[in-house]
């Protein structure tokens, strides 16, 4: 039940921070949201041994997504399940910690972000080159570690009857 608090939580929250950060702030690119992608990565300990229902939970998710924010049918739903599938990858190979995690989620967002300017560059949806797909990387990574770090922490500290992993 927890995955998916957070889950809408991120979801959400994308959709709001998206529009109402403008009003709020006069240069937007520092707090790019993708928290939905940081709660992908952070969540997979919790489907631990089950991950066909969590690579279709992030599948769906992606899905959703594309439904209530990109208007690309199965874009991002493909994009989150390649993450999903990097995020196995990742968490059964190598040990986490609270740095590494940090680390990781960066590599999550830059994969993204190159695969969807890959895509916008080969069918020519928007202009796009190469230094403005590393500006937006670097300028979406503020907001979603901070928020990596508020859901890290709200994990670490939910008493253990409620949770099945153990996250450093």
């Not at 998206?18 to 709660?39: A, G, H, Q």
């Not at 631990?48 to 739903?77: P, S, W």
Request: hydrophobic content about 50%.
């Amino acid at each position: 039940m927890i995955p998916y608090i957070i889950m809408t939580i991120s979801l959400l929250l994308d959709g709001l921070l998206t529009n109402y950060l403008p009003y709020l702030i006069n240069d937007l690119t520092w707090f790019t949201p993708m928290l939905t992608l940081v709660s992908i990565f952070i969540l997979y300990p919790f489907y631990r041994k089950r991950e066909k229902k969590y690579l279709i939970t992030v599948f769906i998710l992606g899905m959703i997504y594309d439904l209530f924010y990109t208007n690309l049918l199965f874009f991002n739903a493909s994009l989150f399940f390649m993450i999903g599938y990097i995020s196995i990858k990742i968490q059964k190979n190598f040990d986490l910690s609270y740095l590494k995690i940090i680390l990781y989620t960066i590599i999550v967002i830059t994969t993204y972000e190159s695969l969807t300017g890959l895509f916008l560059w080969l069918y020519h949806i928007v202009p796009i080159t190469i230094p403005k797909v590393l500006y937006k990387i670097s300028h979406s990574l503020i907001l979603n570690i901070i928020y990596l770090e508020i859901v890290y922490y709200i994990i670490k500290i939910i008493p253990k009857k409620y949770k099945k992993i153990s996250i450093n």
